[in-house]
Nanobody, 121 residues
Framework: QVQLVESGGGSVQAGESLRLSCVAS?????MAWFRQAPGKGREGVAR????????DYAASVKGRFTISRDNAKNTVYLRMDSLKPEDSGMYYC?????????????????WGQGTQVTVSS
């Protein structure tokens, strides 16, 4: 099992930026960011493969969010620009890909506890 610790969330105004970080207890392959707003399901935001070559984004964040990783630090990042109120929610880091669609929550086994992002208009 991989332990994951997220950080970097906060409260910002629309149009501002945040960078989330997720530190893993050991090197792992595919990693992803998901988010969940109150009363809604967990939505895949972005996924990056072990080499940082293959990357997937949800249509709602493409062009505004950037996922990256530093394997020397066992860390994955999510840079979020031009934030909108609809980007608000708890953001979770996921690891231990078990197969399936890369932005499907069921495709990952290990999860962090989340970091809250609130965007006000």
């Amino acid at each position: 099992q991989v332990q994951l610790v997220e950080s970097g969330g906060g409260s910002v105004q629309a149009g501002e930026s945040l960078r989330l970080s997720c530190v893993a207890s050991r090197y792992t392959g595919n990693m992803a960011w998901f988010r969940q707003a109150p009363g809604k399901g967990r939505e895949g935001v972005a996924r990056i493969d072990r080499g940082g070559v293959t990357i997937d984004y949800a249509a709602s964040v493409k062009g505004r969010f950037t996922i990256s990783r530093d394997n020397a630090k066992n860390t994955v990042y999510l840079r979020m620009d031009s934030l909108k109120p609809e980007d608000s929610g708890m953001y979770y880091c996921a690891a231990s890909f078990i197969g399936g669609a890369p932005l499907n929550a069921a495709s990952f086994k290990d999860w962090g506890q989340g970091t809250q992002v609130t965007v006000s208009s």
